[in-house]
T-cell receptor, first 117, second 112 residues
């Protein structure tokens, strides 16, 4: 069964509004979660690393004021796309590693399809 | 983070064995090799992971030569439902803070 849950799976919003995406680790604690973005026919691009209780680490070129990440608990990280524009329309995917070290693979949520009109 | 190179696409008929090779020439000592499968509009799904030699599970086998500079994912007797993008990733699995960087992946098309 799924070990990482993402919500909503699909959202449509108007340009200029903000959208929040939730990522939950199920039955395990994740001090670190990762957020990816994927455009059609392209690979996943790492956006940021979400750290529980501290600031997220953003990849080069990703605006931290536009993509707000909050990791307030050990099982929940949220990504808020602020003042969304049509170019932010994409597939957003979160992931977490179940187990610390011990060669634990990353588990991914089922993604959130964001469409900005 | 080690960079990976895979074929962009592959075609196969149903029932055939499919082997997808990935190159990772600058793999580090602590790096593991992990393969994921992704269907359209879904998150990647873990398939298999290995460090050296051969690993087999109920879904696939992973072959890693002694120099670890490449790896081959083997899918036995593929079906139409195996049509997906397959990603080979290399990373340090001993650190929980290390993300995985995705390459372009291999788009496998299974034909009836």
């Amino acid at each position: 069964g799924a070990v990482v849950s993402q919500h909503p799976s699909r959202v449509i919003c108007k340009s200029g509004t903000s959208v929040k995406i939730e990522c939950r680790s199920l039955d395990f604690q994740a001090t670190t979660m990762f957020w990816y973005r994927q455009f059609p026919k392209q690979s996943l691009m790492l956006m940021a690393t979400s750290n529980e209780g501290s600031k997220a680490t953003y990849e080069q070129g990703v605006e931290k004021d536009k993509f707000l990440i909050n990791h307030a608990s050990l099982t929940l990280s949220t990504l808020t796309v602020t003042s969304a524009h049509p170019e932010d329309s994409s597939f957003y995917i979160c992931s977490a590693r179940r187990g610390q070290g011990a060669h634990s693979p990353l588990h991914f949520g089922n993604g959130t399809r964001l469409t900005v009109t | 983070l080690a960079k990976t190179t895979q074929p962009i696409s592959m075609d196969s008929y149903e029932g055939q064995e499919v082997n997808i090779t990935c190159s990772h020439n600058n793999i580090a000592t602590n790096d593991y090799i992990t393969w994921y499968q992704q269907f359209p509009s879904q998150g990647p799904r873990f398939i298999i992971q290995g460090y050296k030699t051969k690993v087999t599970n109920e879904v696939a086998s992973l072959f890693i030569p002694a120099d670890r500079k490449s790896s081959t994912l083997s899918l036995p007797r593929v079906s139409l439902s195996d049509t997906a993008v397959y990603y080979c990733l290399v990373g340090d699995m001993d650190s929980g803070n290390t993300p995985l960087v995705f390459g372009k992946g291999t788009r496998l098309s299974v034909i009836a």
